[in-house]
């Protein structure tokens, strides 16, 4: 999960890329990347950390043009605490490339052996987003033949990357001297969507409050499948590249990625949320009596709307009992185990006359590794609770995911073989309430009928790509970089306060 941009206008755009970055900032909090286009020449600046820390005043006078693009990074392969690894990549020829991608390939370890050997290309990092730029550099290299580029070249470019790739992908990349490509993997996993500003500039981006909060109207998604190339002056070609298409997002941005705020594949995130308190209410009932709980209290920020849904429909009280530290990032997306357990006192603090007495519910979106939830549980006794009841918004994650968000292996997942009475006791609530997957996946479909479906694989173990084996999934986690529980963690994300020269 990382949060991309690109943009083509008439004026400079270094500004209005990072402003699109501060508000992908939840995608992705371990580097941030811009590059920019004059004339042929691009100009990049890229570094780990915050894009508040990243970018100087003297960085955004460096990185002049009309066009460019944009990435904050979460890292799901190679190496998390590698600054080569920040996004965006370049490669010379032909033309002149740079890439940000959002997602994981699951055939990436194939294709490095593929580029070596056959389109002789040398990767010098472990990021599959190297690979992915290296493969697009081929296929337009073979549509080209030397030629002048034209929008059916990218597109037969496109179609060649399509045919080779397998897993997740949505991409913008900048061709050197004429223009701006996006496009989306078969599946439409992951989010990307285009529009238009009054000046007729062009943005494109993971989600659509980039669009919105930038004053561009939301034109529409990038299809499943679907390229996009837009020239310097701004005229936007679309063509369909792949041989066969089903739209599949993944579930997990409705349940915590995305922002409240966005719309992703014609649903809104928000009411998403909403209608998941519907469903978990009814799931609620069956296990506690609504007699039993004083009080509903989210853990924030996510899964409040599914909160005050439950909450109203219950007819319970709800209450706000903790309070975020807005300047510590979110503890799911910290590399490594023991910066996250380190830091979810430092994140959350609570209200304790909320707690004191009272038997409360707690409302979380999600319950991943199960350390966040502990800790809180813990929190909510500590500040006097009678009983803790804890609900999870989502179904129970078994699985390891592939597509870009870091639940690598199983044994990492709480629920991972284990029974909800197991985890309940490992968590330390006096009740544990967990989503039925089915009701989860009606609730948010029934917004958007069209869909085929959704990618829920980390709650239902099926992938949607359907090239995923345990024997794929022990390869996609070879090499990758984690950092032990309790290991000592230098990354700026295990110092909040930090600020970069």
């Known amino acids: ?62 990185l002049p043009g009309n066009v460019g693009l944009g990435q904050v990074r979460y890292p799901t392969a190679g190496n998390a605490f590698s600054e080569e690894e920040a996004q965006p990549f370049y490669v010379n020829a032909p033309f002149g490339l740079v890439m940000v991608h959002n997602g994981n390939l699951t055939n990436a370890q194939g294709l490095k052996q593929e580029l070596f050997q056959t389109d002789h290309r040398h990767i010098n990092t472990e990021s599959d987003s190297e690979v992915l730029l290296n493969v697009l550099a081929h296929e337009l290299e073979k549509s080209t033949r ?46 990307l969507c285009i529009g238009r500003n009054a000046d007729g500039a062009r943005m494109v981006a993971s989600e659509s409050v980039t669009l919105e909060g930038n004053g561009f109207e939301l034109e529409r998604d990038v299809a499943p499948g679907e390229a996009v190339f837009i020239d310097l002056d701004g005229k936007a070609s679309f063509e369909q590249c792949a041989d066969k298409v089903s739209h599949n997002p993944c579930i997990f941005e409705y349940v915590y990625l995305a922002r409240p705020d966005s719309v992703l594949d014609g649903i809104s995130v928000y009411q998403a949320r909403l209608n998941m308190g519907k469903t978990l209410a009814k799931r609620l009932v069956s296990t506690v009596p609504p007699t039993e709980i004083d009080v509903v209290i989210p853990i924030p920020e996510s899964s409040r709307p599914s909160a005050m849904e439950l909450a109203q429909l219950l007819g319970l009280p709800y209450r706000e009992g903790f ?104 968590i330390g609530c006096d009740a544990l309430i967990y989503q039925d997957v089915d009701a989860m996946k009606q609730a948010i479909a029934a ?24 024997e794929t999934i022990a390869r996609m986690n070879q090499g990758r970089d984690q950092t032990e529980e309790g290991q000592e963690d230098s990354s700026r994300l295990a110092l909040p306060n930090a600020q970069t020269a």
């Open 1 to 62: 999960m990382c949060g991309i941009v690109g943009v083509v206008s008439q004026a400079p755009v270094n500004q209005l890329i990072y402003d699109a970055l501060l508000l992908l900032q939840h995608r992705g909090q371990d580097a941030a990347g811009i590059v920019t286009q004059q004339g042929r020449k691009f100009f990049m600046h890229k570094a780990k950390g915050m894009v508040r820390d990243v970018f100087r005043t003297r960085n955004m006078r460096a």
């Open 146 to 191: 030397g030629a002048s580029l034209k929008p059916a070249d990218v597109f037969a470019a496109v179609r060649g990357v399509h045919r080779r790739i397998k897993g997740s992908y949505a991409v913008i990349a900048l061709i050197a001297g004429h223009g701006l490509l996006a496009f989306r993997d078969p599946f439409g996993i992951r989010p």
């Open 323 to 426: 309070v975020k530290n807005r300047y510590v990032g979110r503890t799911f997306i910290m590399p490594g185990q023991g910066v996250r357990k380190k830091s979810v006192r430092q994140k959350l603090n609570v209200i304790a006359s909320e707690f004191k007495g009272r038997n409360v519910l707690l409302v979380d979106d999600s319950i991943v590794r199960g350390t966040t939830s502990k800790e809180i549980v813990q929190m909510a006794r500590d500040a006097g609770a009678r009983k803790v009841y804890m609900a999870s918004a989502a179904p129970p994650v078994r699985f390891p995911n592939v597509y870009g968000i870091d639940m690598p292996t199983a044994t990492e997942l709480v629920a991972h073989d284990r029974t909800v009475e197991q985890i309940r006791e490992l």
């Open 447 to 470: 917004l958007n009928p069209k869909l085929a479906g959704f990618d829920a694989s980390c709650f239902d173990g099926v992938y949607v790509t359907g090239d995923i084996t345990p």
